[in-house]
């Protein structure tokens, strides 16, 4: 029963929301809504159970001395400290310099870092190896000349084909993307609603 009431519960849960988005009945987006709130309840309880068990997981850190236990200092210490200037006001002076002062810049060093990630998954993709990497390559050198300056000095039809590689080919993959995320997602939200898949109880059983 343990195992049997969550998977119940998540499968009515999904059916109902399904019928009401493709069905207009009014007990049913009476009951969607009630659900949506309940989520909202839930996953904010589930964010103060988070909260509290970093907390004791790390303060049991730091009081053996365990590993390198100052890092836990400053995050339960930097934890507290923005959960309680933001509750006493998103205006404060501390909250503003927590948020302006240092998650946006850790937040731009985050993304400068992924940008040499990135590029070195380039230099190995572009690699001319095929000939679909052949037109990977080309392709994405078309797009930089077309989408910088100095390609149309060089050549006035690169905007032209960068343009046209950015219109088609590039859109209708990525529209075969979502169309297959799609299908998978639908087929996941399926099987949860069914019972078949259990795996948010911990297990595939």
Do not use: C
């Amino acid at each position: 029963m343990r195992r049997e009431l969550p998977v119940l519960i998540a499968g009515l849960s999904g059916a109902l929301m399904v019928a009401e988005y493709f069905f207009n009945v009014g007990i049913l987006k009476t009951w969607g809504l009630e659900m949506q709130n309940w989520g909202v309840i839930i996953a904010a309880f589930a964010l103060g159970l988070a909260a509290v068990s970093l907390i004791r997981i790390h303060s049991r850190k730091m009081i053996e001395r365990r590993g390198e236990w100052y890092n836990s200092v400053l995050l339960v210490g930097g934890m507290l400290v923005t959960a309680v200037s933001g509750i006493i006001g998103p205006d404060t002076a501390t909250f503003r310099f927590i948020f302006e002062d240092m998650i946006t810049p850790l937040g731009s060093a985050f993304y400068s870092m992924v940008a040499y990630y990135l590029l070195s998954a380039a230099y190995r993709t572009f690699r001319a190896r095929s000939f679909e990497a052949t037109a990977l390559l080309l392709s994405g050198i078309i797009v930089m000349l077309g989408s910088a300056p100095i390609g149309e000095v060089i050549w006035s039809k690169f905007p032209v084909l960068a343009d046209w590689i950015m219109q088609f080919p590039n859109l209708a993959g990525s529209r075969g993307v979502l169309v297959g995320a799609a299908v998978g997602t639908v087929g996941i939200g399926v099987r949860i609603i069914l019972g078949i898949d259990r795996s948010y109880l911990g297990g595939s059983e």
